[in-house]
């Protein structure tokens, strides 16, 4: 980094902290999301009787800091030079360099400064994080919401013509009825789960479900579901009864909603 570059990289930074917070070091949030310190500021804090540049080189060797990677050596115009009429140089340090030097201080000064960085980490990665992943979130959340509408809406002529099953002697259902009220009542709690996570009515999380897995299977469920009814003679059963009720449709089923639930905890 040039003599240059440096000079710019007050105008890089965001204050982040409040008046309380600045009253024992000013910590600074960078256009690239670093949190950073500046050394003189960290040395008034701890209070040492070290000079500044003995006492900053030092503690920097004892952290194994590396320069331009944990932490900046500048020369900025407003610092006053020293008796030679040198430029002072700044030390821009990253913050967790910063929390092991003051761990060094050995002393209850230096205890305290670390546990105030250790707050200040809590308090603002979590909301730049927050800010880093909301436009992520949001066009993600779009993305899904646009699949299901779509699944929803398109119900193509291929779909609607293809011939309804028949009963025949190889039964499509799962005579097991213990087993298919398991089933069901496993679909109901995941169906209650992906329409929380996502923020959708009941309604929009069964036809994104139906339809991805007529999709999926390459089947038309209301067929299945006319076969089922007359079958089991249960008038009110719904489409949710057949897939319990389908090993094939079932197995599908965990599948999407698996995918779903990941696909929210990943992005948020």
Same mark, same amino acid.
């Given at each position: #980094?040039?003599?240059?570059?440096? &000079?710019?990289?007050?105008?890089?930074?965001?204050?982040?902290? *409040?008046?309380?917070?600045?009253?024992?070091?000013?910590?600074?949030?960078?256009?690239? $999301? !670093?949190?950073?310190?500046? $050394?003189?500021?960290?040395?008034?804090?701890?209070?040492?009787?070290?000079?500044?540049?003995?006492?900053?080189?030092?503690? &920097?060797? !004892?952290?194994?800091?590396?320069?331009n990677e944990d932490y900046q050596v500048c020369f900025l115009p407003n610092l006053a030079k020293d008796q030679r009429g040198r430029q002072k140089e700044e030390y821009i340090i990253k913050l967790d360099t910063a929390k092991e030097m003051a761990m060094l201080e050995r002393n209850e000064k230096g205890k305290q400064v670390r546990r105030y960085f250790i707050e200040v980490e809590k %308090?603002?990665?979590?909301?730049?994080?927050?800010? %880093?992943?909301?436009?992520?979130?949001?066009?993600?959340?779009?993305?899904?919401?646009? %699949? #299901? &509408?779509?699944?929803? !809406?398109?119900?193509?002529?291929?779909?609607?013509?293809?011939?309804?099953?028949?009963?025949?002697?190889? +039964?499509?259902? +799962?005579?097991?009825? *213990? &087993?298919? %009220?398991?089933?069901?009542? @496993?679909?109901?709690?995941?169906?209650?789960?992906?329409?929380?996570?996502?923020?959708?009515?009941?309604? #929009?999380?069964?036809?994104?479900?139906?339809?991805?897995?007529?999709?999926?299977? *390459?089947?038309?469920?209301?067929?299945?579901?006319?076969?089922?009814?007359?079958?089991?003679?249960?008038?009110?059963?719904?489409?949710?009864?057949?897939?319990?009720?389908?090993?094939?449709?079932?197995?599908?089923?965990?599948?999407?909603?698996?995918?779903?639930? @990941?696909?929210?905890?990943?992005?948020?």
């Amino acid at each position: #980094m040039s003599r240059e570059e440096k &000079l710019i990289l007050p105008n890089l930074v965001k204050l982040i902290c *409040d008046e309380k917070e600045r009253e024992i070091v000013p910590a600074y949030r960078t256009e690239t $999301g !670093e949190y950073i310190v500046k $050394g003189i500021d960290l040395y008034n804090a701890l209070e040492t009787k070290t000079a500044f540049t003995q006492w900053i080189k030092r503690r &920097l060797r !004892e952290c194994d800091a590396i320069q331009n990677e944990d932490y900046q050596v500048c020369f900025l115009p407003n610092l006053a030079k020293d008796q030679r009429g040198r430029q002072k140089e700044e030390y821009i340090i990253k913050l967790d360099t910063a929390k092991e030097m003051a761990m060094l201080e050995r002393n209850e000064k230096g205890k305290q400064v670390r546990r105030y960085f250790i707050e200040v980490e809590k %308090k603002y990665k979590q909301t730049g994080s927050v800010e %880093k992943t909301l436009a992520q979130f949001i066009r993600q959340q779009a993305e899904f919401n646009q %699949k #299901m &509408l779509s699944l929803m !809406e398109t119900q193509t002529p291929q779909i609607e013509s293809r011939e309804p099953v028949q009963s025949t002697a190889t +039964n499509p259902f +799962n005579p097991n009825k *213990d &087993l298919v %009220k398991e089933r069901l009542a @496993k679909l109901n709690e995941l169906v209650t789960e992906v329409q929380e996570l996502h923020g959708l009515k009941r309604n #929009m999380t069964l036809h994104f479900l139906y339809d991805t897995i007529a999709e999926d299977c *390459d089947t038309n469920l209301n067929s299945y579901l006319t076969v089922y009814r007359t079958e089991t003679g249960n008038k009110e059963a719904s489409t949710l009864h057949v897939i319990a009720a389908s090993d094939r449709f079932y197995e599908q089923a965990l599948k999407n909603f698996d995918y779903a639930i @990941k696909r929210k905890k990943v992005f948020g």
